[in-house]
C-alpha cells in the first residue's frame, strides 16, 4: 500500500511539473495583465494624480577588475498603497543601456485597486538591458495625493554566493 501511494504520490508530482506556465497567467488560467485592463472611457491623463516614474535596473553587473559581468534576474514591483483609490498604470517601457526602448509592456492601461499589486519580471538570461537599464512608468489617479511604491528587485548569483538589492523608483518631470 505505502508503495502505490509513494508511486501515486511521484506520478503526481511528474505530471504537476509539465504544465506549462504562460508569463502573466494566474491560477485561473486567465491572463492577469489583461483581467486588469481599463476600458477605453476613462481618460488617464485628464485625471488629478499624474506621475512618471523612472526605475533603474541591473540585468547584470560587473563584479571584478576584468569586467566580467554577472547575470541578474530583475522584477518591477507596482504598489498601490491606498485603501480607497485605484491606480492607473498606462506605460511601462523598458530601455536598454543606450537609451533605446527594448520593450512596451502596456498597449492598454491597467488598474490597480486599493492596496493591489502588478509585477513585471526580465529574466536572468535576458541581457538585452545592460547594466544600465531602466524602466519608465506612467501613472495617473483620482486622488492627488497617491503615494505609490515602485521600485525593482535583483537577484544573482555567483559562484557559491547569492546576493539581492533594491533599486527605488524616482518621480521624474513630465515633459
Keep these: 500500500m505505502k508503495k502505490l501511494l509513494f508511486a501515486s504520490f511521484l506520478i503526481s508530482i511528474t505530471l504537476t511539473a509539465c504544465v506549462e506556465i504562460k508569463p502573466n497567467e494566474n491560477i485561473e488560467g486567465e491572463d492577469r495583465l489583461e483581467s486588469l485592463e481599463i476600458s477605453k472611457d476613462i481618460d488617464v491623463k485628464n485625471l488629478d494624480y499624474q506621475d512618471i516614474v523612472y526605475v533603474p535596473i541591473y540585468s547584470d ?5 576584468s569586467s566580467e559581468k554577472c547575470l541578474l534576474s530583475a522584477t518591477l514591483s ?16 523598458y530601455f536598454n543601456t543606450a537609451g533605446h526602448l527594448v520593450r512596451s ?5 491597467i488598474s490597480l485597486s486599493p492596496m493591489a499589486s502588478v509585477n513585471y ?10 547594466s544600465g537599464a531602466n524602466f519608465i512608468v506612467e501613472l495617473s489617479g483620482n486622488n492627488k495625493n497617491l503615494k505609490p511604491i515602485i521600485e ?8 557559491n554566493k547569492s546576493f539581492s538589492f533594491l533599486s527605488p523608483g524616482e518621480s521624474i518631470p513630465m515633459d
Excluded at 78 to 93: C, G, P
Excluded at 121 to 130: F, K
Design 78 to 93: 507596482i504598489r498601490n498603497t491606498s485603501f480607497n483609490d485605484s491606480l492607473f498604470v498606462s506605460k511601462i517601457d
Design 121 to 130: 519580471v526580465i529574466e536572468r538570461e535576458d541581457d538585452s538591458g545592460g
Design 61 to 65: 553587473i560587473y563584479f571584478d577588475e
Design 105 to 109: 509592456y502596456l498597449s492598454t492601461p
Design 152 to 159: 525593482a528587485v535583483m537577484i544573482g548569483n555567483y559562484g
